[in-house]
């Protein structure tokens, strides 16, 4: 099972947060994108943009902040959170 925890925050206080299941045979890079895809659907959030910086953070830490200039539209909140807690 791959689950991926979601959160946005806002001033230090989290104010969503959600748990992608994921189950298939996919590759890992897959399951992260289509968690990335619900949860942004959940959050009713634009998906964010992948810089080099974040693809570096996530592939050391298996967890990845998304700040206002990963998004195309401006947000109201600091950042969306995304921390794999869980792999095949």
């Not at 895809?37 to 009713?44: K, L, P, Q, Y």
């Not at 910086?53 to 700040?67: L, W």
Request: aromatic share 14%.
């Amino acid at each position: 099972m791959f689950r991926l925890w979601a959160k946005i925050w806002k001033s230090n206080h989290m104010l969503k947060d959600t748990v992608i299941c994921d189950s298939t045979e996919d590759t890992r890079t897959h399951k992260v994108f289509h968690a990335l895809d619900e949860i942004c659907s959940e959050f009713d959030l634009g998906r964010p943009i992948w810089l080099d910086s974040n693809i570096r953070e996530f592939q050391r830490h298996a967890k990845v902040r998304f700040y206002g200039d990963s998004f195309i539209e401006s947000i109201d909140f600091d950042y969306l959170e995304i921390q794999v807690i869980e792999e095949d």
